[in-house]
């Protein structure tokens, strides 16, 4: 609940927009960044304007083209973003961080538990692959998400929209054996009681089911934590909707805005 205080405490004073990274979150998320090379043309624009541009695109849900003229060339900064989307480098920075938080909070770098959901958006005429979700209704992508017990986000990984949870969850799973091996539990709803999911590693799946009289909506054990992480990465408008024609791209400004949380929290600790 937004109170004076937590107003207060979370309000962003930049010269510029509300997106711009402080001069404290820019210490937090530079080192993370590749260097600028030794040999060739030397950078035209900073990467902290790229930064800048990137999280503007992500939080207010515009076009590439239609970036405000004080940002790099539109097309500047969507071939950095492209170059990172190939590399990795925004899953590489969430990694990281994830690490640096969890370190700050006091807990083990490595997570033992996590909690795993989707969420199904609707896709738009960008085209891409996407599918039909008979149980939410909708013709688009689903987000399938790893989340620690805090709802740092551990894995991000969109696919169409008609691939069941049980088919999703278990390759979810799997991958995340290399980089959090130390996860033993993970907390999932009746969608993921399937051998598919539960025989995927070696990883004790516990199904959290809904109460014996629930009607709608309910708070549920450890379910809220990854309902409210798709809450937080939902503020940002580039992901009301899947705009994205690649899956790649759909990824990347997942994690991207994982990144945004992550660099802000870490900044406001500091």
């Given at each position: 609940?937004?109170?004076?205080?937590?107003?207060?405490?979370?309000?962003?004073?930049?010269?510029?927009?509300?997106?711009?990274?402080?001069?404290?979150?820019?210490?937090?998320?530079?080192?993370l960044l590749p260097p600028a090379k030794k040999m060739g043309r030397p950078r035209a624009w900073p990467l902290r304007e790229i930064v800048n541009a990137i999280f503007y695109v992500l939080r207010g849900g515009i076009a590439w083209r239609l970036l405000p003229s004080d940002f790099p060339p539109w097309s500047t900064v969507y071939r950095w973003f492209a170059a990172w989307r190939d590399a990795g480098l925004f899953e590489t920075i969430n990694h990281a961080l994830l690490m640096a938080d969890r370190e700050r909070a006091g807990r083990q770098a490595s997570p033992s538990a996590a909690?795993?959901?989707?969420?199904?958006?609707?896709?738009?005429?960008?085209?891409?692959p996407r599918g039909y979700d008979a149980g939410k209704k909708i013709n688009g992508r689903k987000r399938h998400a790893l989340v620690d017990t805090d709802g740092r986000a551990l894995l991000i990984e969109p696919h169409a929209a008609n691939v069941q949870d049980r088919d999703g969850g278990g390759p979810l799973l799997a991958s995340?054996?290399?980089?959090?091996?130390?996860?033993?539990?993970?907390?999932?709803?009746?969608?993921?009681?399937?051998?598919?999911?539960?025989?995927?590693?070696?990883?004790?799946?516990?199904?959290?089911?809904?109460?014996?009289?629930?009607?709608?909506?309910?708070?549920?054990?450890?379910?809220?934590?990854?309902?409210?992480?798709?809450?937080?990465?939902?503020?940002?408008?580039?992901?009301?909707?899947?705009?994205?024609?690649?899956?790649?791209?759909?990824?990347?400004?997942?994690?991207?805005?994982?990144?945004?949380?992550?660099?802000?929290?870490?900044?406001?600790?500091?």
């Open positions: 609940m937004w109170t004076p205080t937590t107003r207060e405490h979370y309000r962003r004073r930049t010269p510029r927009y509300q997106t711009d990274l402080t001069d404290a979150e820019w210490h937090v998320i530079e080192p909690i795993v959901d989707s969420q199904s958006v609707k896709t738009t005429e960008a085209g891409g995340s054996r290399a980089l959090f091996p130390f996860v033993e539990r993970v907390f999932a709803d009746a969608a993921y009681d399937h051998e598919r999911v539960t025989e995927a590693t070696t990883i004790l799946v516990e199904i959290v089911r809904k109460l014996p009289d629930q009607v709608g909506f309910a708070v549920l054990p450890r379910r809220w934590v990854v309902e409210r992480f798709f809450a937080w990465i939902s503020r940002n408008r580039r992901l009301a909707k899947d705009f994205e024609a690649t899956i790649a791209s759909a990824r990347a400004f997942l994690y991207a805005a994982s990144v945004m949380l992550l660099v802000r929290r870490i900044a406001r600790a500091a």
